[in-house]
Nanobody, 127 residues
């Protein structure tokens, strides 16, 4: 059974940092790309960042978040991370981990197909 389990969310003050984790299990993800999305009530799920699972690291980011958020992976732990710095109240959302078979796609292409989703972790940034 494939599982993507997010953790690390919580309440943080504006300007603070959080690191989210996504532990992947249940299959070999070496041929997958991984990503983080976020969603607030009443809005569509928004792409945050993506990374390939194996080989030389390739990443992609939402243009609006690049520079504050960093995606990384630990192949030994089968875990993908999202380091979030200089957090703002507008970063408040449920953050989801996602997986898609194949190479890392362009940021806009994730919406066309995502194979697995995690259950999400809440991030709340207070002003």
């Amino acid at each position: 059974q494939v599982q993507l389990v997010e953790s690390g969310g919580g309440l943080v003050q504006a300007g603070g940092s959080l690191r989210l984790s996504c532990a992947a299990s249940g299959r070999d993800f070496s041929a997958y790309a991984m990503a983080w999305f976020r969603q607030t009530p009443g809005k569509e799920r928004e792409f945050v960042a993506g990374i390939n699972w194996s080989g030389s690291t390739r990443t992609s980011y939402s243009d609006s978040l690049k520079g504050r958020f960093t995606i990384s992976r630990d192949n030994v732990k089968s875990t993908v991370y999202l380091q979030m710095n200089s957090l703002k109240p507008e970063d408040t959302a449920v953050y989801y981990c996602a997986a898609r078979a194949g190479p890392l796609p362009p940021a806009t292409d994730w919406a066309h197909r995502t194979d697995y989703w995690g259950q999400g972790t809440q991030v709340t940034v207070s002003s």
